[in-house]
């Protein structure tokens, strides 16, 4: 385990998917979802090569077909731990898979800024070859009390489109659940089917506020147009999730290239993308 902290926070971050594990304050607070396996057995695991599932797992590039399963495989990797501070540290992936066997290598660095974690991904192509890929977080956030005393605060006034699933993709066209807000009341029943996806929202921050006690998580995710919402009904978390794409419509043509949100890259190239998780 690798542990980061300063005066507001102590982070605790696995090698395994480089995933987040605990974000404690110095009241002893726990933000994070502990994992009760009766439930979900993770955190806060690693969205990539792409987020969410992809038609018969599966996608088209050059005329090749690359097998590929839900959320990708970094979150089951080992990754290189490749420098700590205090405050600071940054883990590295380069395995490569069969449905992603390119020369690359992706870089997570999580950073305290007083009581802000700061998540920054790079993703550098080291090959010639371009590929595409889709990059997200899957940060699930206790709840303590119940998930129904928990409300969702937009920062702008929103209509909220759901875009409903089936098994892992979405259909296109969406369902409207509130129009003109810029609070969504969170309930177990919106969780019955999967996630809430909503891939068009003007909103890159958004607030948990926990009605049950004082504290707040507050998610800026300026680089990306994707936030998913989702729980598993009975259990006291709610996954406020970011990212570059949202699952497969049913309709897909499997072509990656065409695939909203997904990121290109050359030879040579690199891309960063950040998001900010304020504990509040």
């Known amino acids: 385990m690798v542990t980061i902290k300063n005066a507001y926070l102590t982070v605790d971050i696995s090698p395994k998917g480089a995933e987040l594990q605990s974000v404690k304050g110095t009241d002893g607070h726990e ?5 009760d396996p009766k439930f979900w057995a993770s955190h806060a695991p690693i969205m990539f090569p792409v987020c969410g599932g992809l038609k018969e797992d599966a996608y088209y590039l050059d005329g090749k077909r690359y097998p590929m399963t839900k959320h990708g ?16 540290a940054v883990f590295e992936l380069t395995e490569k898979h069969e449905g992603f066997p390119f020369d690359y290598v992706f870089r997570c ?17 080291r090959g010639i070859v371009p ?21 969702i605060e937009f ?39 999967d996630a809430l996806v909503f891939p068009k929202l ?17 998610v800026d995710y300026p680089d990306v147009d994707v936030l998913m ?16 794409n949202a699952p497969d419509y049913t309709d897909t043509d499997m072509q990656i ?18 998001h900010t998780i304020s504990f509040l």
């Open 109 to 125: 660095t999580y950073t305290l800024k007083e009581r802000s974690l700061v998540i920054a991904y790079t993703v550098e192509n």
């Open 202 to 218: 003007k909103s890159r921050s958004v607030t948990l506020v926990n009605r049950n006690d004082s504290h707040k998580v507050q």
């Open 155 to 193: 920062e702008k006034e929103e209509k909220l489109e759901n875009y409903v699933l089936v098994g892992n993709l979405i259909k296109p066209e969406p369902v409207v659940m509130m129009e003109k807000t810029k609070e969504l009341p969170l309930k177990t029943d919106y969780f019955a089917v």
């Open 31 to 35: 933000y994070i979802w502990q994992a």
């Open 131 to 151: 590929f595409f890929y889709g990059i997200g977080s899957h940060e699930a956030y206790a709840t303590p009390g119940g998930l129904e005393g928990c409300t």
């Open 229 to 244: 919402l989702w729980t598993k009904p009975g259990a006291d978390y709610i996954c406020i999730e970011p990212w570059s």
């Open 257 to 274: 290239e065409h695939k909203p949100g997904c990121i290109r890259l050359a030879g040579g190239e690199s891309n960063t993308k950040v």
């Open 73 to 88: 495989f970094a979150k089951l990797c080992d990754w290189k731990v490749a420098g700590t501070k205090e405050n600071e």
